[in-house]
């Protein structure tokens, strides 16, 4: 009777693995402007998870001199936005706010690179608390997604 989750929780919630929302990541795979696919998928995570991750990249973010700058501030936007759609939809599919996301799941990384992006971008506008809780959100959700996202 003693049922074992797939990260090896025996007491733990199962693993949430979100739908897949196909026009979305096709349209992303396809190359199409994330703009637009934010603009016709708004509870797509993945959507606002590109997003954020180029605003990220344009502001700098990736360099020891990361500045406070208008892209890092839009990738915050950005990062929350998608991290909120994907609490929402986490929600929807069993999560009681704790427990395994696993990142090996697709669908889960629009939700789990949106936490990523809003870390990245909270650790640059010095929101050390906010920066902890992604961090801390990751390892709960998967302790590989941190590292998969850069964030060692």
Not at 42 to 63: C, F, K, N, Q, V
Not at 106 to 114: D, H, I, K
Request: negative net charge; glycine residues 10%; contains cysteine.
């Amino acid at each position: 009777m003693n049922r074992m989750t797939s990260f090896g929780d025996l007491l733990g919630p199962q693993p949430v693995l979100l739908p897949e929302n196909l026009e979305a990541e096709e349209a992303l795979l396809n190359k199409a402007d994330p703009v637009h696919v934010a603009a016709d998928h708004p509870a797509a995570s993945i959507a606002w998870a590109h997003l954020a991750e180029a605003a990220l990249t344009r502001g700098g973010a990736d360099g020891a001199d990361a500045s406070v700058n208008h892209d890092i501030v839009a990738a915050y936007a950005f990062a929350r936005t998608g991290y909120h759609r994907g609490l929402d939809l986490l929600r929807r599919n069993g999560w009681k706010g704790f427990g395994p996301v696993p990142w090996s799941h697709e669908p889960n990384r629009g939700f789990l690179r949106s936490v990523g992006a809003l870390a990245r971008a909270a650790q640059v506008i010095g929101e050390t608390e906010e920066y902890a809780r992604c961090l801390d959100l990751l390892e709960d959700c998967d302790p590989r997604a941190a590292t998969e996202l850069g964030l060692n």
